[in-house]
Nanobody, 124 residues
Framework: QVQLVESGGRLVQAGGSLRLSCSSSGRSFIRYAISWFRQAPGKERTFIAAIDASGESTYYPDSMKGRFTISRDSAKNTVFLQIANLRTEDTAVYFC?????????????????WGQGTQVTVSS
């Protein structure tokens, strides 16, 4: 089992940038693909990005290409999500997700393991 902990969410102004972190103390973390999702109030959870266990391959749904960058520091058991040029519509709870499969479609619903989420609020 993998326990995932997100951090880095905060209140930011539109146009700024933010880096979210997803960490785990479990040894299994290094074997899993890690993805980021977000959920705004009253909306469905949305897939943002994924990175494979090696950190060499990434995937972004077409709708998320451009301002989001996922990366991985295996030595620190951490995956990052960099968000550039933040917009008010980026306001959401951001979730980290882990699973054995690396997603290849934008309709990915996530693997077995979820973190508790971190709140990102973008002000105008």
């Amino acid at each position: 089992q993998v326990q995932l902990v997100e951090s880095g969410g905060r209140l930011v102004q539109a146009g700024g940038s933010l880096r979210l972190s997803c960490s785990s103390s479990g040894r299994s973390f290094i074997r899993y693909a890690i993805s980021w999702f977000r959920q705004a109030p009253g909306k469905e959870r949305t897939f943002i990005a994924a990175i494979d266990a090696s950190g060499e391959s990434t995937y972004y749904p077409d709708s998320m290409k451009g301002r989001f960058t996922i990366s991985r520091d295996s030595a620190k058991n951490t995956v990052f999500l960099q968000i550039a040029n933040l917009r008010t519509e980026d306001t959401a709870v951001y979730f980290c997700n882990g699973g054995p499969q690396f997603p290849i479609t934008g309709g990915y619903l996530g693997g077995n393991y979820w973190g508790q989420g971190t709140q990102v609020t973008v002000s105008s």
